[in-house]
């Protein structure tokens, strides 16, 4: 069953329509789910008290496993031999299905039982099978729901995670016409629980995925709840197992993190009801309805090892750490966007959410990975929620850069041409070289302002920037000053820091740098005004030199190359700066997170560690400044004394909160006598440019209004990043301005 | 500090599990005030605690569908997790376990291990030994059809009992 295929490119409008159709019909079951997932897993997690090494150690065993695959499957043939299977490797899905086809037909098998495996999804075995004439039943209830319903699962470990009681109630009853009505959600269990009990008796062969199979005992490690997937081995004499080459443990007891890690990552239990350890054959009694006896336990075992794509991506220096997966779900269910879209909007063939990038690329090809993996926006939450640490945003960052290299949109290339330096071909899509340049188009805004607003607004030119580029007619564009940060900055004479001047700095003054990112520069002038208003008021002296763009915006657009180009000369900008000792104070979190995280992937070791080492987020600085003596009195807080317990509603920006970034601001504006709310959404739903997206509009809508619900008892809310405060203000139709310019001295 | 037993016993309870503790001595009266009959089941291996004669040892598929309890040894409890371990080869064990609405684990308290790193090993045992095994935590459960249901394809009420001198 693969997800609807595409014939040629879908259009902005078509792709709109149809996230717009499934968050109407789905949105909503999903979002109650993955939320309730999601906040499961937080609690989860928190019990452990040694969470981080058991995700240290997950990850030190499946980089050792990946890097001797090749051995571990030979192992593996050998003592599942011995123990009386078979194991076969299967090249691709036509390769395996054509074994198991044959397995079935030795068994003479008329009904086969399966338990829930997303591998077996990928292969699309049940397809192979019926066309034989075999039937074949999905005995977990989740996977039997969406098998009635005759679609893809929408979400790796929960499959019907798109559909309400209502909804499958109303499934049940057209399809099976039920003796008594189904109403309640134990009704509709017991109903399909008796339907696939028969099944299972009359079943000739089982088939079973597997999450772990350990090399050095032959033993398939189940992670269930329901209790089908060992009815569906007992019940039968023929046991096939499909488990990818990737789910190869070299020893048993390497299982023990994943134990403890996969049930919490996912759906936020500690364990789920049932982790079974089959080391087939085995000998448990074959339960035969027709005669009522339970037999001796004389097995067929089969273990077939797919590999579709897996050695290619174990070659892949960029996209090998997919095959670390352990398919928890935790990506899918701490993403904003998947929490409102969910799997069949956010997926591939078979996967779906962030990492399903990497897995379509790799099982599926290009073609697949494709249709979604826009809908991951960077926004880094899932990253340190991912039991074995894999950078599911680069990831999807790399598909994106070699997606874009194989791009032919060239329509409306004489609108961007002038205004892109990229070094990636002319091939790219218009969309993503506008946004990818954004700030060479703030340049010109400024220079132009406010002619470059008015022309913003003409219909005309909305329209055809919808059209050529995809920017939504219906968000409001962000406004160039003329009067650039730094254009202000020089015009007052530099920093007013006593001691500090052109010549040099007094000994004992601390400098800064503060980072003129393109929207501080351009566009959110105030902020940068009020960060050095700030920091100066706290004795710093302030620089504000010429540091060009970070890279974010190219990188965001998955164009590596320029992201490189630009990390490099923003570097050699910052270096003299780092050789005289100045630390390097940022407004906009998604450039910090530029600077301590991603330019370890585009910038020699040494150079990056630097940066990263030198370099804060404005109110992580800040808080150190006030934690060393810094006089508190000097900002606006000491003012407000008797307002003090003023409410404000403080919204973190997505990556600030990655890098465990967000407390500093709660505690300033704490000290500062406020009495600040938190929000719990992952993220804004703007997400840098997703929000402008012509097809991407209507979720980032969706996206924001569970955090406008959040702050609905809120007079005034802040948020740290700039894309956060347009969504925010947008949706609250009232400025929301970054926190600093409700600490910062007024003139 | 809790004992690992008292430890079981509460993430046990989170679980969703009834967990009785006796004596070898009382075991059949704790017993019998969790089983509901008819009930199948398999051997117990402790040394003096025998399953009752009413008791269907080794049963048929028919037998199986019939009872309303199942009664299995379990071959030693994680404490953290509250998991009990049941065997799921040769003999009856599994099918006894997963079947009927009810299933009653009976434990050696000697046999309750710490944590998971303690109970991966102790499971290793079993499995280089040739053995299969299952941890059970709590009762069957799904989330699949739009709210939690307890009951899915196994138990939907899981006692442990403790012997608590074995
Ligand atoms: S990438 Fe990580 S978080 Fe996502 S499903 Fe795989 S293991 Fe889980």
Redesign the pocket.
Known sequence: MSRATREGKETREEKAARIRHLLATEGESVERNTKGFNAGRYDAVRELSDYEELKDEARAIKEDAISRLPELIEQVRETVEENGGTVYLADDAADANRYIREVCDDADAETVVKSKSMTTEEIDVNDALEADGTEVWETDLGEFVVQVADEAPSH?VAPAVHKSRETIAELFEARFDPDRPLETADDLTAFAREFLAEKIADADVGMTGANFVAADTGTLALVTSEGNARKSVAATDTHVAVAGVEKLLPRFEDLSPFVELIAR??TGQSITSYVTFLTPPGDAPTLDWDADTAGEGDRDFHLVLLDNGRTDLRGDDQLRE?L?????????N?CANFQHVGGHAFGGETYS???AT?WEAGVHGMDSAAEFNDFCTGCTR?VN??????D?PWINTVVRDRLNREGDDRNFDFLVEGLTPDEESGRLDLQKRFFGNFSTVAKWGSATAPVSNWLARTPGVRALAERALGVDSRRDLPEFKRETLRKWFESRGGTRVEGANSGGTAAGVREAVLYPDTYTNHVAVERGKAAVRTLEALGVAVRIPDVPDSGRAALSQGMVSSAEAQARACASALAPHLDADRDVVVVEPSDLAMFRADYRKLLPETEAERIADNSYELFEYVYGLLENGGDADALRGAERETERGEQIGYHSHCQQRTLGLERYTTAVLEELGYDVSTSDAECCGMAGSFGYKREYYELSMEVGESLREEFAGDAQVVASGTSCCEQLTALRDDDVPHPIERIAPRN | MTSLVGRFECEAADAGCEVRRTLAADFADALAESVERPAVGAPLPFTSVSLPEYVTTDPTPSDLDAAATGITPAQFAVAEYGSVAIRSTGGSDEAASLYPERHVAVLAESDVVGDMTAGIERMGKIVRAGGDAVFATGASATADMGELVVGAHGPREVTVVVVEDR
């Open positions: 790796i990552s996912g997919t670390y997966c352990i398919r928890c779900s935790a990506c899918l701490s959410g962030g990492i990497g899932c929620q991912c039991p074995v640490g894999i599911i």
